[in-house]
């Protein structure tokens, strides 16, 4: 698998088609969140954004969480789109915290023993 392939799986089974227990998933337009059932956190796990789009529908889900009196995350990967969607996450106020690594392993030709 190239880098852009294991991308694209990554995307769609952990983040696009994803199911978090004690969350409700939607998808609204380009934007998949998931909503706590309890008093947890929502988050944001997955966007296909346009640098054009991208403040307006930031915007829209700030206002479903605060309407919904729940924070939130936004789960940005450097590979999301537009390419500056972490400035535009800044611009609207959030933190931006340490980066986080994927990493993968192909399992094909290893020696029985590592």
Aim: hydrophobic fraction near 35%; proline fraction near 2%; avoid cysteine.
């Amino acid at each position: 698998m190239t880098a852009k392939e294991i991308l694209e799986h990554y995307d769609r089974e952990q983040r696009r088609d994803f199911q978090i227990i004690g969350m409700r998933r939607e998808v609204k337009g380009n934007v998949v969140r998931h909503i706590s059932l309890d008093d947890g956190e929502g988050s944001v796990s997955y966007s296909s954004l346009t640098s054009e789009n991208a403040d307006a529908v930031i915007r829209e889900q700030i206002e479903y969480f605060e309407n919904s009196q729940q924070n939130f995350e936004w789960k940005y990967y450097v590979h999301d789109e537009p390419k500056e969607l972490l400035e535009h996450l800044r611009q609207h106020g959030f933190t931006i915290e340490n980066r986080e690594a994927l990493l993968a392993l192909e399992l094909a030709g290893l020696p029985a023993r590592l």
